[in-house]
């Protein structure tokens, strides 16, 4: 019997996929199902907004390295100013980062976000002000790691386009300059 191979690329990191997604999952479903089964709103805030900051931890500076190859942080300066910083690998490590890997990643993000949206309008439409607060800490940490993320590969493809843009112009010069050399 043959056996058959298949041009469908599986995930390189199935391990931290599944944190990235487990960490998100969890605090949007102890949120949800916390109302059905507990009535004190100082855990139901403790626990959701916990796993929500674990989740944020784990992809800035878990999951965004690996399965990206991005990192970000922001720094006060001495003036008091916000300075963002990245992290990203280099051209040819970025180009060899996993397709469904990326794209778990980033889907995530933006579905989180979206989830968390809906439940605060949902907290809205039903007056409770209370589960308001809790559904926008989870939402600011995930917007939070939305802008990071998105910033950092901004800068990102701006790195690789100055790299490439000096690379072809150091060899345009050498070219040159060997041409001319020989004359």
């Not at 855990?43 to 399965?67: E, P, Q």
């Not at 490590?93 to 989830?115: E, G, P, Q």
Request: hydrophobic share 50%; aromatic share 16%; with cysteine.
């Amino acid at each position: 019997m043959e056996r058959v191979q298949t041009t469908e690329e599986n995930y390189a990191n199935p391990k931290t996929c599944l944190f990235h997604v487990l960490f998100k999952a969890a605090s949007l479903a102890f949120y949800i199902l916390s109302a059905l089964f507990i009535d004190s709103f100082v855990i139901i805030f403790v626990v959701t907004v916990f796993l929500a900051a674990l989740d944020f931890w784990v992809v800035k500076n878990v999951s965004g390295r690996i399965l990206v190859g991005l990192r970000w942080w922001n720094e006060i300066d001495e003036r008091g100013e916000s300075i963002w910083k990245f992290e990203c690998l280099d051209q040819e490590s970025l180009a060899r980062m996993n397709k469904k890997d990326s794209w778990l990643f980033w889907w995530t993000l933006y579905i989180t976000a979206v989830a968390w949206i809906f439940l605060a309008i949902f907290s809205l439409i039903r007056f409770q002000a209370d589960y308001l607060l809790v559904v926008g800490v989870c939402l600011s940490l995930s917007i939070a790691n939305i802008v990071g993320f998105t910033k950092c590969r901004k800068d990102a493809k701006k790195q690789i386009q100055q790299f490439a843009s000096q690379t072809i112009a150091s060899h345009l010069t050498s070219s040159l300059q060997s041409a001319f050399s020989i004359v």
